[in-house]
């Protein structure tokens, strides 16, 4: 990617169905639990929706004989939750937050019907991940956003997780996964974004993997960094697995700006440039672009767009060994020399194979 100029624009159309999830990706979260009563019977048939508080977005689904319920391909996100059953008070829970690839496990506990009233839960503690053996680290967006990162790349992030170390011959190639976890091979990791695989093979050998597209830190709401022990829908990688959710448009219309700028005037001049009594070389960096998300058809229909623009002019020092004049003499004469010598020795041997083919002399 040139440092000179970068363009980035992506448009995000995210359609999400109500009743129906036609598929499940590999970042969605899961969440089950069981449905009882005060004396601890379970209760079937009992119906548990969760609505996304951003979006308006709601998946449902009807507990069994057994009082359990499971309802699978929820993006990651704060919900709030109703559990309602015939003879029994309805039950509503909120403040409940999703992470990436989440297997959670949250019981409701009704109570008889004797006055039509609301149970609502305002508070509760933050959901385990229960159905699962990853290992792994989540980074939010509001860690993202306040953490200094150098270029605003984002690929960097993946150091805040234990076990992931940068090597001496990574040198930022190949793109975005030069780096090692818990001592599996170099550049070899998995990156997802929104589930979608964004990481092949590279060109000529296949040992290592490029990642194709860098999302703007401004569009990323999470991700999470799979060590180890995860699901078996992780394959094609060497030991690391980062799941990357981009942000999703609302029922309300957003937006944001940024600009980050560097200057020559407040650049610090190296070490040896310094030794050398070198001046500081001239660099200016502007980085900025804006995002947009908002609601195309209310609870339904969203879409994202985000642009940044990347403007770099640097000035560096090239240092190199120029000979001088008597010197450039010198290499002249010695190079006529070898060259008088080199056609002097094909003279030679010119003149013996015409005596050899003469005589009929031949050489197998």
Known sequence: MPMCQKLIASILFLFCGISVVFAQGSYTAQIRGIVTDQSGAVVAHAKVIFTDDDTGVSASAETNQNGLYVVNGLRPAKYSAKTEAAGFRPIDQRDIVLAVSQQATLNFTLKPLSVMETVTVTQSAPLLDTGGASLGTEVTNEFISRMPLANRDVTKLVYLSAGVTELNNG????????????????????????????????????????????????????????????????????????????????????????????????????????????????STRDQYGFSVTGPIIKNKTFFLFDLERVRQNDKALIQGRVPTDPSQISIQRLLVRVCRGVAGRLVVFRRLLRRLYRRRIFLV
Request: hydrophobic share 30%; charged share 20%; proline share 4%.
């Open 171 to 282: 040198v930022g190639y190949p793109v975005g996964t030069d780096f090692s976890s818990n001592g599996q091979r170099y550049a070899s990791a998995e990156i997802r974004l929104d589930g979608t695989l964004a990481t092949g093979p590279e060109q000529g050998e296949g040992a290592t993997s490029n990642l194709s597209y860098v999302p703007s830190a401004e569009v990323i709401q999470e991700f999470k960094v799979q060590n180890n022990s995860f699901s078996a829908e992780y394959g094609s990688n060497g030991g690391t697995v980062v799941n990357v959710l981009l942000k999703s448009g609302t029922n309300k219309l957003h937006g944001s700006g940024w600009w980050y700028g560097r200057r020559t005037d407040l650049n610090a001049n190296d070490f040896f440039s310094n030794r050398d009594g070198v001046p500081r070389a001239a």
